[in-house]
């Protein structure tokens, strides 16, 4: 059985989803309060991290296959590209074209929100495969590298 014990595996499942619904709200409004899409990612892919500590890579991947993590990370990237491109049709890089904030209007905040989007699927997804890669491709401890070295 890999992973850890029942209980901790148990404990994972149910906060693991809470951690996702938070990362989601501070992605959704941090045009609003402090946070927003890089914020909201790191919070999302602490979930996912903390499923592959806590089950195995085998359980995280059937959770978020790498296939699909890949097509997040570059299709945020390409989204955040393609969202600043549409600024050219104003004549300017990035120029907020969905229009100016109004107080007390949710969804008036132009291009911030779907930029937090983009970068929440971009920061999420990368930090992921970041850590499945290192956690999968350690073959030496620190410490037995500097003992080669040394001797």
């Known amino acids: 059985m890999k992973g850890m014990t029942l209980i901790v595996k148990t404990i994972t499942d149910f906060v693991a989803a809470f951690i996702v619904v938070f990362g989601a709200y501070i992605v959704l409004y941090g045009h ?6 890089f914020a909201g990612g790191v919070i999302i ?3 996912f991290i903390l499923l592959m500590l806590a089950h195995g890579k085998d359980e ?5 296959p790498e296939k699909v993590a890949h097509v997040l990370d ?7 590209l393609i969202i600043g491109w549409v600024g050219i049709s104003g004549g300017f890089f ?4 969905f229009g100016r904030g109004e107080m007390f209007r949710l969804l008036s905040s132009g291009m911030i929100l779907p930029l937090n989007i983009a970068i929440a699927f971009k ?15 350690r073959r030496r401890s620190f410490r037995s590298m500097i ?3 040394l001797s």
């Open 123 to 137: 920061v999420g997804s990368s930090l992921f495969l970041v850590f499945a890669a290192l956690a999968m491709f």
């Open 74 to 80: 570059s299709g945020g990237a390409l989204a955040f």
């Open 45 to 47: 892919a602490c979930a």
């Open 94 to 97: 990035f120029l907020n074209v």
């Open 147 to 149: 003992e080669e070295e």
């Open 60 to 64: 995280a991947f059937a959770r978020l």
């Open 32 to 37: 609003l309060t402090p946070g927003g899409g």
